[in-house]
């Protein structure tokens, strides 16, 4: 236990829960439903939440602090533990911060490949989600299914660079290995076989009487209250903000495909199941698209063996599956980053929650911890 | 003693009835024993369809196809230390998993296997049953309470409101089902659980069917009463795993939280049981006024051999598919052996006399079966409700429906009357 004191402490120290009718519980770090180590302290009113409070940390291992003994490229594996369900989409935001403080470009092939790799990426996170959050509101059913086709995007991971999880896809001016012998055909292969099989998880869910009344009005936030409290991604999105940052500020080779920023009205568990389940659907499009008319040429641009970037600073932020995942690096001219601060979305996302389960019940703090589809591995960091 | 035991065979009730102690122990036994090996059947086959519903293989390591994975479990649970919080009340928390353990047996006391197949007839049968049954929830309630812990704490509370307001719903259903049989001749309701069965023998079809779509509707109110009762998805929130770790049982281990894996199942069966008797016609073959005479008796009569050598038959297929690894050899032999055993019983089954005397424990035990199937079928397929939502349900859409059901019953019941 902790020695700090929580808010949520009770006003008379002696009150045992037998005769008060308010109640503090513990739950988590080892908790099945939330998501790793989170602990989230819950102050109740028989089934009613009044207040909550997250203490983070269980996870943290310091990999702001290791980027400063690291150099450049030392530090790129490092990125893929952070939210480890999307490894990849971490790598890029990190290879193209630096390749902004280099002021080098990735060739268009490499941004292509990265773009397709990310995407598979992308829809590889919000199957874990979904299959999670299904199992959080108690449908057993759907992680199986999700689980089953997550494999065929992670087989497609360990042919392109020998990783399952941890990819380290990407190299700091491109990506280091060229797509193997039949890379095409495994991709749109893999979007024939997975179309259908998002169909099949919405027929679970989404009519499901016990699965809408579940979601839909819980956890609810409003836009004006995303933006104060900086939440991103399918979250905001929920919320009625059309924000995604590959429309928004282009990077890699987004502005080149056409695709849509799905948006819900309420804000509610349902519409971000919805919102994340459209995005699916858009990442699809753009994977096709993308394997359709992927270019020729080299993969990696001209970097220097040793890193010595400019004095400067660099904000770079990239759209990943949970929201804005942004990499701040400062140079002093040496090879290592001076520092190196991370705005992972899981993070900044996290705050929400006592914020959308206050004066809701037990059951909804669950449901409103899947919809915000953390990672504690970014949130500790 | 031997006329004694004797004259029992002569006679055509049921132990109970007959005050014959000698067979009415024998039937409990028996009871017993067919229920610990249902229970340990539903455990093994659960966690197979479940898997083969999740595309996943479910056990396969212990045993051929994973069969001896519950006796392994039930082995593990046995010698398992016995672990007790500091903090529980050691007392009730012994008691608490006896109480619902007893009650989920005692129940099986007037159910009717056949027309004697049961321990006792008791003319308020149905109203024992329900009794009986409802008293698991003190020992849900002390045993979250027994804990001193707060998950429990809340699942027990959680639990006793559900079983609560699900009862009256429940009960409600029985009642209609009870008022159809005094639709006789003479006009005379009965609750014993075999006169039940009769009359749906005299009045030539199921309760189900009675009063097209009432006795539907009533049967679909208990159908979804008797879920919620016995804490099963999607109605399991008592023990919901992703919110309450365990519910009641989470500070249970070992020996005493079998204790509690037993009663859910034996509480399942139990309910089941009810619906089958009351709906279902009880022990009676599908179409016992329809597909009459010699030839159509002999058909039916064959179905638990035939059932039997099936298995069998998907046994020796199974058996055939093995891996023809040395590793799996003794695998392979125990599976044959298992479907020469399945097979076995099939033959015997086909032997005339225990062909006419299986007969009825054999149609009950399928439509059991069929209620168990469902079980595993919602737990695969829906979410968990909300407590709210569970509340709404039972009190604004079932126990309307309930009572609703009931009262067009009595009033046809008086018209056609």
């Given at each position: 236990m902790t020695e700090r004191s929580s808010h949520l402490e009770l006003e008379q120290a002696d009150k045992t829960y037998l005769d008060s009718n308010e109640l503090i519980i513990n739950m988590g770090p080892q908790h099945p439903a939330t998501h790793g180590v989170l602990r989230v302290i819950l102050k109740l009113d028989g089934e009613k939440v009044l207040g909550t409070e997250c203490v983070i940390g269980y996870l943290h291992r310091g990999v702001e602090k290791i980027a400063e003994n690291r150099t450049y490229t030392m530090f790129n594996p490092y990125v893929d533990r952070m939210d480890y369900v999307a490894a990849v989409s971490n790598g890029l935001g990190y290879c193209e911060a630096v390749e902004k403080?280099?002021?080098?470009?990735?060739?268009?092939?490499?941004?292509?490949?990265?773009?397709?790799?990310?995407?598979?990426?992308?829809?590889?996170?919000?199957?874990?989600?979904?299959?999670?959050?299904?199992?959080?509101?108690?449908?057993?059913?759907?992680?199986?299914?999700?689980?089953?086709?997550?494999?065929?995007?992670?087989?497609?991971?360990?042919?392109?660079?020998?990783?399952?999880?941890?990819?380290?896809?990407?190299?700091?001016?491109?990506?280091?290995?060229?797509?193997?012998?039949?890379?095409?055909?495994?991709?749109?292969?893999?979007?024939?076989?997975?179309?259908?099989?998002?169909?099949?998880?919405?027929?679970?869910?989404?009519?499901?009487?016990?699965?809408?009344?579940?979601t839909r009005g819980v956890g609810v936030i409003s836009a004006a209250d995303c933006k104060a409290l900086g939440v991103t991604g399918p979250v905001l999105r929920a919320s009625g903000v059309k924000w995604d940052l590959r429309k928004a500020q282009p990077y890699a080779a987004y502005s080149d495909f056409d695709f849509e920023i799905p948006t819900g009205q309420s804000g509610d568990t349902y519409d971000r199941y919805l919102v994340r389940m459209q995005e699916m659907r858009q990442s699809l499009r753009i994977i096709e698209q993308a394997v359709g008319k992927i270019p020729d040429g080299p993969i990696m641009a001209k970097v220097p063996k040793v890193m010595k970037p400019p004095v400067g600073e660099v904000y770079h932020s990239i759209e990943a599956p949970k929201g804005e995942l942004g990499y701040f690096i400062v140079s002093d001219g040496s090879t290592q980053p001076y520092r190196v601060r991370v705005r992972p979305p899981s993070f900044v996302n996290l705050q929400a929650l006592d914020q959308m389960v206050r004066g809701q019940l037990v059951a909804d703090v669950i449901a409103v911890i899947g919809t915000l589809d953390i990672v504690l591995g970014e949130v500790d960091r | 003693m031997l006329d004694y035991i004797t004259s029992y065979l002569k006679s055509d009730t049921t132990p109970g009835q007959a005050g014959n102690f000698f067979w009415a122990f024998v039937y409990i036994l028996l009871i017993f024993l067919g229920l610990s090996v249902a229970v340990i059947a539903m455990n093994w086959l659960e966690r197979k369809i479940l898997a083969h519903m999740q595309v996943r293989l479910g056990p396969m390591r212990v045993g051929p196809h994973g069969l001896l994975q519950p006796i392994a479990d039930a082995l593990k649970l046995l010698i398992k230390e016995d672990i007790m919080p500091a903090e529980a009340d050691p007392v009730v928390f012994w008691i608490a998993p006896l109480i619902v353990v007893i009650t989920a047996?005692?129940?099986?006391?007037?159910?009717?296997?056949?027309?004697?197949?049961?321990?006792?007839?008791?003319?308020?049968?149905?109203?024992?049953?329900?009794?009986?049954?409802?008293?698991?929830?003190?020992?849900?309630?002390?045993?979250?309470?027994?804990?001193?812990?707060?998950?429990?704490?809340?699942?027990?509370?959680?639990?006793?409101?559900?079983?609560?307001?699900?009862?009256?719903?429940?009960?409600?259903?029985?009642?209609?089902?009870?008022?159809?049989?005094?639709?006789?001749?003479?006009?005379?309701?009965?609750?014993?659980?075999?006169?039940?069965?009769?009359?749906?023998?005299?009045?030539?079809?199921?309760?189900?069917?009675?009063?097209?779509?009432?006795?539907?509707?009533?049967?679909?109110?208990?159908?979804?009463?008797?879920?919620?009762?016995?804490?099963?998805?999607?109605?399991?929130?008592?023990?919901?795993?992703?919110?309450?770790?365990?519910?009641?049982?989470?500070?249970?281990?070992?020996?005493?939280?079998?204790?509690?894996?037993?009663?859910?199942?034996?509480?399942?069966?139990?309910?089941?049981?009810?619906?089958?008797?009351?709906?279902?016609?009880?022990?009676?073959?599908?179409?016992?006024?329809?597909?009459?005479?010699?030839?159509?008796?002999?058909?039916?009569?064959?179905?638990?051999?035939?059932?039997?050598?099936?298995?069998?038959?998907?046994?020796?297929?199974?058996?055939?598919?093995?891996?023809?690894?040395?590793?799996?050899?003794?695998?392979?032999?125990?599976?044959?052996?298992?479907?020469?055993?399945?097979?076995?019983?099939?033959?015997?089954?086909?032997?005339?006399?225990?062909?006419?005397?299986?007969?009825?424990?054999?149609?009950?035990?399928?439509?059991?079966?069929?209620?168990?199937?469902?079980?595993?079928?919602?737990?695969?397929?829906?979410?968990?409700?909300?407590?709210?939502?569970?509340?709404?349900?039972?009190?604004?859409?079932?126990?309307?429906?309930?009572?609703g059901v009931l009262i067009v019953t009595g009033i046809l019941g008086v018209v056609l009357s």
């Open positions: 403080l280099l002021n080098v470009e990735a060739p268009s092939r490499a941004k292509y490949i990265r773009v397709i790799l990310t995407e598979l990426n992308r829809l590889a996170s919000h199957m874990l989600w979904l299959g999670t959050h299904a199992l959080d509101i108690g449908a057993i059913t759907p992680l199986f299914y999700t689980f089953r086709d997550r494999e065929e995007i992670l087989k497609i991971f360990e042919k392109y660079c020998g990783a399952r999880l941890t990819t380290h896809a990407f190299r700091i001016g491109g990506c280091q290995y060229e797509t193997y012998d039949g890379f095409e055909e495994d991709v749109t292969k893999f979007l024939k076989f997975v179309t259908p099989k998002i169909d099949e998880y919405e027929q679970l869910l989404t009519t499901n009487r016990i699965w809408v009344e579940r | 047996f005692t129940v099986f006391i007037v159910v009717p296997f056949g027309p004697t197949h049961a321990v006792t007839d008791m003319n308020i049968g149905v109203l024992f049953m329900l009794g009986v049954s409802s008293l698991s929830v003190l020992g849900i309630v002390t045993a979250g309470w027994a804990s001193n812990s707060h998950y429990p704490l809340i699942g027990a509370l959680r639990s006793s409101a559900q079983m609560v307001s699900y009862e009256i719903a429940m009960g409600l259903a029985v009642i209609s089902a009870v008022l159809m049989t005094s639709l006789n001749t003479d006009g005379t309701g009965t609750l014993s659980m075999i006169g039940i069965v009769q009359a749906q023998q005299a009045q030539q079809t199921w309760f189900i069917f009675k009063f097209f779509p009432l006795g539907l509707i009533a049967f679909f109110v208990f159908a979804v009463a008797m879920v919620a009762e016995t804490n099963r998805a999607p109605f399991d929130l008592p023990e919901a795993e992703s919110e309450l770790t365990a519910g009641f049982h989470t500070e249970y281990s070992g020996f005493r939280w079998s204790l509690f894996f037993l009663a859910e199942y034996s509480a399942m069966i139990a309910v089941s049981s009810i619906a089958v008797t009351l709906w279902l016609g009880g022990w009676m073959r599908p179409f016992p006024h329809w597909l009459t005479g010699e030839t159509w008796d002999l058909v039916f009569s064959l179905f638990p051999g035939v059932t039997f050598v099936l298995l069998a038959l998907i046994t020796f297929y199974s058996t055939i598919r093995m891996p023809k690894h040395p590793y799996f050899r003794v695998q392979t032999i125990g599976l044959a052996g298992f479907g020469a055993v399945l097979g076995l019983i099939g033959l015997l089954l086909f032997v005339p006399p225990v062909r006419d005397r299986i007969q009825d424990i054999y149609w009950f035990a399928v439509k059991v079966a069929g209620f168990m199937y469902l079980y595993i079928w919602y737990r695969g397929t829906f979410p968990r409700y909300r407590f709210d939502q569970l509340m709404k349900v039972g009190w604004k859409v079932l126990l309307p429906i309930g009572l």
